[in-house]
């Protein structure tokens, strides 16, 4: 079946720091990879998706380019803010039943 | 109104009450969905609907019971509860049914907490 693996948190980083956090996968066919964030207190939202390999999806200076080689879409950041402190999914859909499946989260910690 | 909205936020439930918890999409979709997080675990689809009519159920146990009225409303029925179903519960809707590449829309979930 569909897995997704997440690297273990908590992730603690300082302001301004790289943030990598790595996400593989197995699946059936070709799946639609996506990253969704967790607020404090809040729903899962979406981050951001690319749905083909070499896709790469962006959003609020986060990126993840779909590996289908390495089987990966690991979450990228260039300067992290206090702000992005929140806990991080990755997911996949690989068939025609919007059957996500998600990985554990990852926690992210930014301090100032 | 905007989104998809969960009541109640936080409930404490003793394992022989009956309770149940709401979830309202104003986003016009057509599928709705509950979902399971517990800490240090994958989130667990529990219930699937698409146009009202349950696609998925993923053997969960009979002590939860969902109910579908219409595209917008989803509820979930909770009864003689064991304490290792205190969790957070999420409710999410998405445009359809079918989609690989569509996106999720969840609610801010309903915290559990069985005694």
């Known amino acids: 079946g569909d897995s997704v693996t997440q690297m273990e948190g908590p992730v603690t980083l300082s302001e301004e720091a790289f943030l990598t956090i790595n996400c593989t996968y197995t699946?059936?066919?070709?799946?639609?990879l996506f990253w969704y964030v967790q607020y404090p207190g809040e729903g899962l939202q979406l981050l951001l998706k690319?749905?083909?390999?070499?896709d790469k999806g962006s959003n609020k200076g986060f990126e993840a380019t779909y590996r289908k080689e390495t089987t990966s879409f690991h979450l990228e950041k260039g300067s992290v803010q206090v702000s992005d402190s929140a806990v991080y999914f990755c997911?996949?859909?690989?068939?025609?039943?919007?059957?996500?499946?998600f990985g554990t989260g990852t926690k992210l910690q930014v301090i100032p | 109104e905007t989104g998809v909205t969960q009541t109640p936020r936080h409930l404490v439930m003793g394992m022989t009450n009956k309770k149940s918890l709401k979830c309202e999409q104003h986003?016009?979709?057509?599928?709705m969905y509950w979902y399971k997080q517990s800490a240090k675990k994958p989130l667990e689809l529990m219930f699937v609907?698409?146009?009202?009519?349950?696609?998925e159920n993923n053997s969960v146990p009979s002590r939860f019971s969902p109910e579908c009225p219409n595209s917008s409303h989803l509820f979930l029925h909770l009864h003689t509860l064991q304490p290792e179903d205190s969790a957070l519960y999420l409710c999410?809707?998405?445009?359809?049914?079918?989609?690989?590449?569509?996106?999720?829309?969840f609610g801010e979930g309903s915290r559990l907490t069985v005694l």
């Open positions: 699946a059936t066919g070709y799946p639609s």
């Open positions: 690319a749905t083909k390999a070499d």
């Open positions: 997911a996949l859909n690989s068939g025609g039943y919007q059957k996500v499946t």
């Open positions: 986003l016009g979709h057509n599928a």
């Open positions: 999410a809707s998405s445009q359809d049914w079918g989609n690989s590449a569509g996106e999720l829309f």
């Open positions: 609907y698409s146009l009202e009519e349950r696609v």
